[in-house]
């Protein structure tokens, strides 16, 4: 089993940046694939980015391209999002996601194939 705990979310701007981070608890975090979700209020859970766990396959949707980047450093067992040119239409509870996977270049953006879940973390972009 592996707790994740994300932070950095926050209120800013239009236009603003913010990055999010998600702590695994397992040293063995370079076996699970890992993803972004985000809820807006009154809405459906939905796909933001995904990462295998070699790094070397990424997936984003489409509202998201060119303005996020999911990164992930196993040696600190953390997975990041980047989240650049923000708008109002982005705020949202973001969650980070695992699934452990023996396929290392693996990438998932439907929520039901992951096990584990933040607690998720808050941004607003005010406009």
């Known amino acids: 089993q592996v707790q994740l705990v994300e932070t950095g979310g926050g209120l800013v701007q239009a236009g603003g940046s913010l990055r999010l981070s998600c702590a695994a608890s397992?040293?063995?975090?370079?076996?699970?694939?890992m993803g972004w979700f985000r809820q807006a209020p009154g809405k459906d859970r939905e796909f933001v980015a995904a990462?295998?766990?070699?790094?070397?396959?990424?997936e984003y949707a489409d509202s998201v391209m060119g303005r996020f980047t999911i990164s992930r450093d196993n040696a600190k067992n953390t997975l990041y999002l980047q989240m650049n040119s923000l708008k109002p239409e982005d705020t949202a509870v973001y969650y980070c996601?695992?699934?452990?996977?023996?396929?290392?270049?693996?990438?998932?953006?439907?929520?039901?194939?992951?096990?584990?879940w933040g607690q998720g973390t808050q941004v607003t972009v005010s406009s």
């Open positions: 996601a695992a699934r452990f996977t023996t396929n290392s270049g693996s990438v998932y953006s439907t929520l039901f194939w992951y096990d584990y």
């Open positions: 397992r040293r063995t975090f370079n076996t699970y694939t």
């Open positions: 990462i295998s766990r070699s790094n070397d396959n990424i």
